[in-house]
């Protein structure tokens, strides 16, 4: 009861709970039926219901199933919905995570996709090619982007020492201005003839075929990062690879000992977390956004998957279900706020709180007066009875009576 997987799920529990709180405290009709609280207290906690149920209602009805439906399409779509936002989630999320299994901190994400994106897209646009060597190679070299962008990383780690955190917020802003460069110079990313900071369209050659029809949003990268959650996990739990990942992370000077080449894993490690994040930027190029990206391709992706990642606990299958949940929060937060009126922050506020609170397991056993794993309770010791006293003893205490 107290290990990593009900921990994450009471997180998720008590993030949604406080959610609602802030909730019921911003609600018009909760504030009104509040000031008569104590002549009428039964309108402020209906309104309080009604507020809440409403919002997660909504959240689920625009994220899972919409009951309201008048068509069998309608009723399913937002569960594909949530499947298109969870595809890039879930292969930036194992990227993030592969480097945590390795001792190394990823928070390069942002830079690693629009690397990707710009790569991946300038293909897409540029070489008419065949269908499926198309689409291979808009892939391939948004992998590669990706890759090249976090084994950057990797190689100033392993020869200078220097910190990956500082690098990869470093490379992050490179990104950023180096495609806002690209994306207003003609003749590099700008589409020709136009004034705006965009690419063309993706030639129809080079595009993620859809799953279930031009009616649903969700395409085959879907398929791709299930594709790299079955890869990941037989990296880190099949591979000799995988294995050192996992002892370096663990004890680098230990690893060091063994045999393992530590410096020699980070690069490789950033490698495949830099190709994987880029995965991510791919499936919004080719997949999401068709017609020409701008420079917030990313859309926060590359920060969202550190979420990701913490609430799966680096596990592959983990960050898979954990991609699925955030991409139900973003699905659905859209809905919330246009059925509800509900604020979409209040969502980024529960996702902010799951990473409170998986961050803090002793808060969470605290909350729900649960065990810490490892850790025994200490027996209680037997209760002896009293020795009944001696003579001199009971008369003493007759002489202190008198």
């Known amino acids: 009861m107290g290990g990593s997987v009900v921990i994450s799920i009471l997180a998720v529990l008590l993030a949604l709970v406080v959610g609602g709180i802030l909730i019921a405290l911003t609600d018009e009709n909760v504030q009104t039926a509040s000031v008569y609280f104590f002549s009428r207290p039964g309108d402020t906690f209906n309104a309080i219901w009604v507020a809440v149920s409403g919002a997660y209602g909504a959240l689920f009805q625009g994220a899972v199933y919409n009951f309201g439906g008048n068509t069998f399409v309608k009723q399913i779509k937002p569960i594909t919905d949530t499947l298109t936002f969870a ?3 879930i292969v930036a999320g ?5 480097a945590f299994r390795a001792g190394m901190f990823n928070i ?9 994106a710009a790569c991946s897209g300038w293909v897409a646009y540029s070489f008419p090619l065949p269908y499926g060597i198309h689409l291979l190679a808009a892939v391939a070299a948004g992998v590669v982007g990706g890759a090249v962008w976090g084994g950057i990383v990797g190689v100033l780690k392993a020869r200078t020492g220097a910190h990956e955190v500082i690098v990869t917020i470093m ?13 207003r110079t003609p003749g590099a990313l700008q589409a020709p003839g136009s004034s705006n900071p965009k690419t063309p369209a993706d030639l129809p050659t080079a595009v993620y075929p859809d799953l279930l029809g031009g009616d649903f949003n969700l395409h085959a990268g879907l398929l791709v990062s299930i594709a790299a959650t079955v890869f990941v996990w037989w990296l880190l739990s099949r591979s000799s690879l995988g294995f050192k990942f996992r002892a370096v992370g663990v004890n680098p000077n230990a690893a060091r000992v063994a045999g393992i080449n530590v410096k020699r894993s980070y690069i490789y490690v950033m490698l495949l977390s830099g190709g994987l994040v880029g995965l991510a930027g791919v499936a919004q190029v080719l997949g999401t956004v068709t017609s020409g990206f701008s420079s917030g391709i990313d859309a926060g992706i590359g920060f969202d998957a550190i979420t990701v990642a913490l609430l799966g606990r680096s596990k592959p299958w983990g960050i898979f279900v954990a991609g699925i949940l955030f991409g139900a929060f973003k699905a659905g937060g859209f809905a919330m706020q246009a059925g ?6 209040i969502v980024l506020v529960v996702q902010s709180l799951i990473v409170l609170f998986i961050a803090a397991p002793p808060l969470v056993r605290a909350v ?3 065990p810490t794993p490892g850790v025994a309770k200490k027996p209680k010791p037997p209760k002896t ?3 009944a006293p001696s003579a001199p003893t009971a008369q003493a205490a007759g002489a202190v009576a008198k």
Do not use: K
């Open 87 to 89: 595809t890039p989630l």
């Open 94 to 98: 194992l990227g993030v995570g592969l």
């Open 108 to 116: 390069g994400g942002q830079g690693q996709m629009l690397i990707a």
């Open 171 to 183: 490379l992050n802003y490179i990104a950023v201005g180096l495609i806002a460069y690209l994306l």
């Open 340 to 345: 509800q009126g509900i604020p979409v922050d």
């Open 368 to 370: 729900f007066r649960l």
């Open 385 to 387: 009875p009293a020795a």
